[in-house]
């Protein structure tokens, strides 16, 4: 029975990896990559990697899949003036690269297939070690214990992916989602929607972020379900694009990661190494930077889907 | 097997019969009107379904109240985005007269 169901998601998920790839729509081609990341989802849960599981579906499907929309809906008018088709790669060329391509993972399967599990992997010893990370969850010690200068690192690309996208953006007359259509009021759902979905999209949030320390959790999953929150603001218009970023967001942005470096940097002082924790204080430390962190990760999501500089709450 | 057991299997294939009816109609379906309403009656009820299903196979009363809230939060998401799909489409075709409240 899980073989069968094995042999479904890997068959669908090559399939709709095909589909994404081939279909001639470009818009068809963006639902189908949301519905590949949410089979990807179930697959990473299959594999026991909840973790994963819940960082795919909210980031791989849910948000890529809202910038993807966002972006194609701004493609839209340039579309419709000079519609140049797909790029003009002759048919052998694209032959040639499939069979490279393909030849490529072949031989990296293969060689993946025949490698031996080394007796003692890095894995196993950080969940030998956990206790001195400061926290339960296996994965939180590693990314923010063992592993502390990935993470950073990773947070930091997110910041230069946002300025980077800002710098580009700029020019752009229409980034991101435009205003709902004119003399349309209100969907009457929308408003008692809001008021259900968003206080528990906070505290869920806020549970990812606690549980962290101890189960699947953590910053990442936190800050894309704020993220998404984000999102669904925006699109309904309660949050609205500004043309410059307050101190407040600039705060937010950045916050994570002063903090993530300066409770690094101390450590070379109060503990053995720069990005280690004295031994006391690790927990409540991994926490503050996992808090700060949530949010430098759900800010500059939200301000990539909104393709402006700043929000602004909307004037009532 | 036990009754709990073969009630709860009658409910998870019920739910499985209402995902295939919903499927076939949004496949099979003229109008996107008529597609909708495939989608929302039969996905609601089918999800319901499993999820009574399953709560009946749960261990604890936390497990089946979490899965009442995945269906009740699933609830919500359908009638929200059936809602604003079925006013998109009224509002491409010129709109409805809205009487005041």
């Known amino acids: 029975m899980g073989l069968a169901f094995d042999l479904l998601l890997a068959g669908g998920l090559l399939g709709l990896a095909l589909q994404v790839v081939a279909s001639r729509g470009l818009f068809r081609s963006v639902v189908l990559f949301i519905a590949l990341g949410l089979l990807m989802a179930l697959a990473w849960a299959r594999l026991a990697a909840p973790d994963l599981a819940l960082a795919e579906a909210a980031i791989g499907a849910g948000l890529t899949g809202a910038l993807l929309l966002s972006a194609y809906r701004a493609l839209q008018p340039a579309e419709e003036a000079a519609d140049p088709g797909p790029a003009a790669l002759p048919r052998w060329g694209a032959l040639a690269a499939a069979v490279l391509s393909g030849a490529l993972v072949a031989a990296l399967g293969w060689a993946a297939l025949g490698l031996e599990a080394p007796a003692a992997s890095a894995g196993r010893e950080a969940l030998a070690r956990l206790g001195e990370s400061g926290v339960k969850s296996p994965l939180t010690g590693v990314l923010l214990g063992f592993r502390a200068i990935d993470t950073l690192a990773e947070v930091v690309v997110l910041l230069v992916a946002f300025l980077g996208a800002r710098v580009v953006a700029e020019p752009l007359q229409r980034a991101g989602p435009g205003p709902s259509a004119p003399g349309s009021g209100e969907p009457v759902l929308t408003a008692p929607l809001l008021r259900l979905v968003v206080p528990m999209g906070v505290i869920v949030a806020g549970y990812l972020l606690w549980s962290g320390g101890h189960q699947p959790g953590g910053a990442f999953q936190a800050g894309a379900v704020l993220a998404a929150l984000g999102v669904l603001l925006r699109l309904t218009g309660r949050l609205q694009p500004a043309a410059a970023t307050s101190p407040a967001e600039r705060l937010a942005l950045v916050g994570g990661i002063v903090l993530f470096s300066a409770i690094g940097l101390a450590g070379a002082g109060t503990a053995s190494a720069v990005l280690a924790y004295p031994e006391a204080w690790a927990y409540p430390l991994i926490l503050a930077i996992e808090t700060g962190l949530a949010v430098a990760i759900a800010l500059p999501l939200t301000l990539l889907f909104s393709g402006s500089a700043g929000l602004r709450w909307r004037e009532r | ?101």
């Open chain 2, 1 to 101: 097997m036990t009754l709990a057991e073969l009630l709860s299997t009658g409910l998870l294939g019920l739910g499985a019969a209402f995902f295939l009816t919903g499927t076939v109609g949004l496949l099979r379906f003229p109008s996107t009107f008529a597609r909708l309403h495939a989608l929302t009656k039969a996905d609601n009820l089918g999800l319901g379904c499993v999820a009574l299903g399953l709560a009946l196979q749960a261990d604890s009363g936390w497990v089946a109240a979490k899965l009442a809230l995945v269906w009740g939060l699933a609830l919500v998401a359908a009638t929200a985005s059936a809602h604003l799909l079925a006013r998109c489409i009224l509002r491409e075709r010129g709109g409805t007269r809205r009487t005041p409240p």
